[in-house]
């Protein structure tokens, strides 16, 4: 018994803690500054990318320094 409740404290704890770390994740946008200025970067990118002609090697260079410049490099493909 005295392991379980161990082991609930500590999952506890994490669960509280993990909300205040930043996330990139862009559906989670309403909730973390982080993750509006990727959602940006997205929105961006995919309007920009249905334009016909458009270069995709500078559209996918200037998506990658704004992802960088947000804090989410993760958030681009290489």
């Known amino acids: ?6 082991v609930t404290a500590a999952a506890l704890v994490v669960g509280m803690i993990s909300p205040a770390f930043a996330d990139c994740d862009v559906h989670k946008a309403d909730e973390d500054k982080q993750a509006k200025c990727a959602e ?6 995919l309007a920009r990318k249905m334009n016909y002609g458009s270069n995709k ?3 996918a260079a200037n998506k990658k320094a704004c ?3 947000c804090g989410c490099p993760q958030n681009t493909k290489e």
Request: net charge negative; charged share 40%; proline share 0%.
């Open 1 to 6: 018994m005295r392991n379980f409740a161990i």
């Open 40 to 45: 940006k970067c997205d929105d961006e990118y």
């Open 57 to 59: 090697a500078e559209l």
């Open 67 to 69: 992802d960088a410049a």
